[in-house]
């Protein structure tokens, strides 16, 4: 029988809260871009705090920082509790975190308690999971599933130009591991849903199945920089409009494939940027995502011959192209029947679901056995200084995932 031991609600709202001042903003979200100076402060103070678990941490060649607490089998691969501790620039204080002081709330308690399990637990502190200063998402974690390689993700730049492999090396967190070397045998991230659905139902926990299919493309549109005031209309080639236009066009692809189809065009880079210049050029940012790989292809193939019929009538040279693909995800059974009787003892409500967001545990069920487990967060806002789950929803979220790696640990 799997103990009945009880995480500290308190202390865990404490971490979180005391974390989030690192690279806290004054509307109460955080912006902690991955590989800046605020990121290296919050690994700084989750190296100290594994350590003084008695946790070994090793870093590795791409940043992802391992954490173990031994266990009575030294011969075993450990369970491991994992997310990211980077944030979007106009992040909550939740995304990622949860998952991160969630998996530390659950060290604590069982030093508390002085429980030894049979396997190792880890707890794993992900790379650049946002994917908002350095794309794709999921970058690091990617590597350790052999996605990208290191020179990759090493060559990946952030719109001033400064690459991942720089950055990481500024805030002194390249490690010695190889990427994949340190290994777990199975792995659960606690997470905010990051949607509406859970606080809809007045459910406390998401039992997640899987992650649904992501992609990311990039557009230029160039046409010519004209005098606002002297140009006729017949004669000008607007790359803002055009832009406009694949912008409704990526709305309505989606639409057209309702109700799990999104589509969303979320950076714009307008040059010259001259109130009184006819912008010649437009870059921008597609994401696309569905439960359906081939429903993908569908929206995909719609929206490059969409860029095509835009530029021609507007008489822009485009170039549209995909630059990341993450394909629909299922979990783990075992892992997710350790979570349902984990939830099924804490006596909460529970609702199975797939996710919209995506996380590093996409990438890692291609190498071990994982699943999530979602908490509610407020109106399902995420990526957004209002982001908020409440003490309980936190708490209850960490009392799974304790019940959970302790199930899979006895199994
Ligand atoms: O894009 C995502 O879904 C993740 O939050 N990086
Ligand atoms: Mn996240
Ligand atoms: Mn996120
Ligand atoms: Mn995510």
Redesign the pocket.
Known sequence: MTPNLQINPQRLWDSLMETAKIGGTPKGGICRLTLTDHDRRVRDWFRAECETLGCTVTVDEVGNMFAVRPGRRADVLPVAMGSHLDTQPTGGKF?GVLGVLGGLEVLRTLNDTGYETNAPLMLVNWTN???SRFAP??LASGVYAGVFDRAFADSRQDRDGVTFGEALEAIGYRGEAKAGSVKFGAMFELHIEQGPILEAEEKAIGVVQGVQG?RWYEVNLTGREAHTGSTPMTLRRNALVGAARLVERVDRIAHAHAPSAVGTVGLMEVKPNSRNVIPGHVFFTVDFRHPNDAVLDEMEKAFFAAVEEVASALKLESDAGKIWESPAVRFDADCIAAVRSATERAGLPARDMVSG???DAAYIARVAPTTMIFVPCAGGLS?NEEESTSFDECAAGAQVLLGAVLDYDRR
């Open positions: 995304d999971e946002e994917g998402a999921m992501m967001a995506g996380h990526h």
